[in-house]
Nanobody
Framework: EVQLVESGGGLVQPGGSLRLSCTAS????????LSWVRQAPGKGLEWVAA????????YFKDSVKGRFTISRDNAKSTGYLQMNNLKPEDTAVYYC?????????????????WGQGTQVTVSS
């Protein structure tokens, strides 16, 4: 069974940090690029960051550049999103999503697998 299991969300004050984890099973993890996509209350899905299959390249939404870091450990089939200096507008459900064929040059990508999501709430 294909699974992406996310963890690490929670409540944090503005300026705080969280590290999200996404552990994969049921497919060859290092054949897939990994993205983080979020959905704020009442809003649509918003792409946040992506990392290629080897971890050699990473991409970020402009609003999180310099604050978020994406990484992966293929030996553990796990991806991470380190979020620093969190802001209230970062509040959302965060999903990890795996794409067998990913392009950094297009606005939208097809994701083959999705995690269940983990809630991140940034509030004082």
């Amino acid at each position: 069974e294909v699974q992406l299991v996310e963890s690490g969300g929670g409540l944090v004050q503005p300026g705080g940090s969280l590290r999200l984890s996404c552990t994969a099973s049921g497919f060859t993890f290092d054949d897939y690029a990994l993205s983080w996509v979020r959905q704020a209350p009442g809003k649509g899905l918003e792409w946040v960051a992506a990392i290629t299959w080897s971890g050699s390249s990473a991409y970020f939404k402009d609003s999180v550049k310099g604050r978020f870091t994406i990484s992966r450990d293929n030996a553990k089939s796990t991806g991470y999103l380190q979020m620093n200096n969190l802001k209230p507008e970062d509040t959302a459900v965060y999903y990890c999503a795996a794409a067998r064929y990913y392009s950094s040059t297009v606005a939208n990508n097809h994701y083959d697998y999705w995690g269940q999501g983990t809630q991140v709430t940034v509030s004082s």
